[in-house]
C-alpha cells in the first residue's frame, strides 16, 4: 500500500519560513520525480516545485529564490523549504509522486500576519 504523508505546515507570519516534510512508503521512490502542489479554496492545484531521482529541480515562478525542494533517496522522503513566505503562499500543500496518482492528504500552510 503506497502512502505520502505530509507534515510540517502551520501559521507564520510573512518573511517567515516553514519546512514541509512528505514521508513514503510503498513506493519504489527512487524511479520517481517528486513534487509539491498547492492549492486554494476556488482554484486548482498548482504545481510549486519538483525534483527527479538524480535531483534536478523544477519551480514555478512565483517561489524562485524563496523555496528549496530537497530528497533523499534513502529515506523515501522529500521536503520542501520555505522561506520569505508571502501571504499568497497560503494554500493546502501536497506531496505527489509524479505521473502515479498518488497523493498526499495535504498539509496546510497559513501566512498571516
Known amino acids: 500500500q503506497v502512502q505520502l504523508v505530509e507534515s510540517g505546515g502551520g501559521q507564520v507570519q510573512p518573511g517567515g519560513s516553514l519546512r514541509l516534510s512528505c514521508a513514503t512508503s510503498g513506493l519504489f521512490f527512487v524511479v520517481y520525480d517528486m513534487g509539491w502542489y498547492r492549492q486554494t479554496p476556488g482554484k486548482q492545484r498548482e504545481r510549486v516545485a519538483s525534483?527527479?531521482?538524480?535531483?534536478?529541480?523544477d519551480y514555478r515562478d512565483s517561489v524562485k529564490g524563496r523555496f528549496t525542494i530537497s530528497r533523499d533517496n534513502a529515506k523515501k522522503a522529500v521536503d520542501l523549504q520555505m522561506d520569505s513566505l508571502k501571504l499568497e503562499d497560503t494554500a493546502d500543500y501536497y506531496c505527489?509522486?509524479?505521473?502515479?496518482?498518488?497523493w498526499g492528504q495535504g498539509t496546510q500552510v497559513t501566512v498571516s500576519s
Open positions: 525534483i527527479t531521482p538524480s535531483g534536478t529541480t
Open positions: 505527489t509522486a509524479l505521473r502515479t496518482g498518488f
